[in-house]
């Protein structure tokens, strides 16, 4: 009886491990999307890359690191990422 509630209880946690991480990568992709519709003109910046490229004029690489996974929920690697996306945009 153990044994079957362990095996169940594996499965439905390696099930929702998969869902979780389709949904991070359909995430990923959405953001992606959305950044090159913003840079191609089709809508208006976001206020808070104003505020990154501020930051980033500054001089303030990890402020605005640390600003973009704040707002758009990157992990470290994806906020570094982002923020090295925009300097070559802008730079």
Do not use: C, W
């Not at 949904?23 to 104003?50: A, I, S």
């Not at 990154?52 to 707002?71: F, T």
């Amino acid at each position: 009886m153990e044994y079957a509630i362990i095996t169940l209880l594996t499965l439905i946690i390696l099930f929702l491990l998969i869902k979780v991480s389709r949904l991070e990568r359909r995430l990923k992709g959405l953001q992606d999307t959305l950044r090159q519709q913003t840079h191609q003109g089709k809508f208006d910046e976001n206020p808070v890359e104003e505020e990154l490229y501020r930051l980033i004029r500054e001089g303030k690489d990890v402020k605005a690191v640390k600003k973009a996974r704040e707002a758009f929920g990157f992990s470290l690697i994806e906020g570094k990422r982002y923020i090295d996306q925009l300097k070559a945009d802008r730079y």
